[in-house]
């Protein structure tokens, strides 16, 4: 799907283990609609017991959604070294 902005009821309304993919016009808007799963996971917790995970492909700007369930998220591991 190409869009300008993906809104609250676009992610929400993604069914269990769905998936919604969507070339958007920049990065900058790839970021912000990122930013916008993280706050709609503390937000709208779903009911099913998934989450969300989300997948960039910069040289397209597209984000990738995808509803999963919490043990199947693949989390960097990230070491901080001062």
């Known amino acids: ?14 069914g269990a283990f769905g998936r919604l993919k969507v ?5 900058a808007a790839v970021e ?7 706050r709609v996971k503390s ?7 998934l989450t969300y995970t989300t997948g960039v492909d910069k ?11 919490p043990e199947d998220v693949k989390r960097k591991n990230k070491t901080y070294k001062y």
Do not use: H, W
């Open 32 to 38: 912000s609609a990122k930013n916008l799963v993280t």
């Open 23 to 27: 070339t958007l016009p920049d990065f």
């Open 1 to 14: 799907m190409v869009a300008s902005k993906v809104g609250t009821e676009d992610i929400t309304n993604i």
């Open 43 to 49: 937000r709208y917790p779903r009911t099913d017991g």
């Open 59 to 69: 040289k397209t700007n597209t984000l990738t959604i995808e509803v999963v369930r």
